[in-house]
């Protein structure tokens, strides 16, 4: 996840290393509440926002992708569509199949579209100009896992009737009688409050605390660049070595969050997966 230009830029204009003995000033989690552009002044809203701009422009990727991969699909495929296959492929091997199936392949082109979507939206932490990560924002990954958590719901009372569904989530098969007043009240908590929450929050928390990390080594790299320092040459040729090695780390750490990119939207259909598997089986 990119640093977000507006810390750099202050960062780049305000204090710098040796110079006049003002401190560092790290990002802050203000980078995750940009000014709204439009505000409707309703409670517990932030308005019309960069959020919905970069969620646009990540909708816009995904579709894209799928239009240029698949739009001459061929029997002998060429480079992109081999790409569009290798990861319907790997998500119904390693996913769909393994959670669920056989069955599973009929939920396959709803994991193959949620992974690229969830993959563009943690992307655009990177992109520059937008550099923001829309799942960085609760509500986003909130409405994602409540989807999943209604559709787990649907497909288990498809499959098993309400009053199947609700039993076997809430009723563990073996568990003696008398017990069931202390499992039965846990099991609707574990299934029912904190499944949903901790899907939600997984992708959530990984992708905030990625770009905050990535916005401090930016930060910090500004601040450490000083070769004219007022102490000398000497110390301004030390601020721009330890520049260089916030550099160094933000590059590294980049490469890396773009490999946690992949595997918290990865992680995210693999559960949901597991989850509509567990509904269409029943009791547990």
Known sequence: MGADVSV???SESSCKIFGDGCGFEAPTVSLFFPTPWLDFGLPGTSGLNKYYLVAVVALLIAAAFW???????KVVPGRGQSMAELLVTFLRDQVTRTAIGKEGDK???LMVT?????????????IPGLQLPV???LAFPAVLALFIFLLWNIVGIRRHGAAGHFKARLVPSGVPAWILPLVVPIEALSNF???PATHMIRLFATMFAGHLLLALFA????YMFNPLSEMGAGFGAIS???SAMALLGFLVFTGFELFIMAVQAYVFVLLSSIYLGEALEGAH
């Open 8 to 10: 750099v830029a202050a």
């Open 67 to 73: 239009y240029f991969t698949t739009r001459k699909a």
């Open 107 to 109: 939920f396959l082109p």
């Open 114 to 126: 949620l992974f690229l979507f969830i993959f563009s939206m943690n992307i655009m932490g990177l």
């Open 135 to 137: 799942t960085s924002n």
């Open 193 to 195: 409050i904190i499944r």
């Open 219 to 222: 930060a910090a790299g500004f």
């Open 240 to 242: 721009v070595g330890y």
